[in-house]
């Protein structure tokens, strides 16, 4: 059974910076992907690793801001945000596909999730 946990959500003013730390078990040689929902929008894919960390992708709002990492001796992965904007308010999801090409693909799918952690950016 896969199990997903997020951490390290919390409240931040811009520019400031914050880590998210995804806990997964339960899936082998799975790729991970951070998703964020903010209230009255869709949830939408933020960043992609792949297992063996050699494939990234980061959405257009986030590159050069984000960036995603994976220990899979911890079964970790990991999400730095830095110079956080006001527009990244969300809560954010850990998700993961045997897939990557399904974690990245312009329709969400029907993936395992955790059970998210709010980011709060204040201007």
């Known amino acids: 059974q896969v199990h997903l946990v997020e951490s390290g959500g919390g409240s931040v003013q811009a520019g400031g910076s914050l880590r998210l730390s995804c806990a997964h078990s339960?899936?082998?040689?799975?790729?991970h992907g951070w998703f964020r929902q903010a209230p009255g929008k869709e949830r939408a894919l933020v960043a992609a690793?792949?297992?063996?960390?050699?494939?990234?992708f980061y959405s257009r709002s986030v590159k050069g801001r984000f960036t995603i990492s994976r220990d899979n001796a911890k079964d970790m992965v990991y999400l730095q945000m830095n110079s956080l904007k006001p527009e990244d308010t969300a809560v954010y999801y850990c998700?993961?596909?045997?897939?990557?090409?399904?974690?990245?693909?312009?329709?969400?799918?029907?993936?395992?999730w955790g059970q998210g952690t709010q980011v709060t950016v204040s201007s």
């Open positions: 339960g899936h082998t040689f799975s790729s």
């Open positions: 998700a993961a596909d045997q897939n990557y090409d399904q974690l990245i693909a312009p329709v969400v799918g029907n993936f395992d």
């Open positions: 690793i792949s297992w063996s960390g050699a494939m990234t």
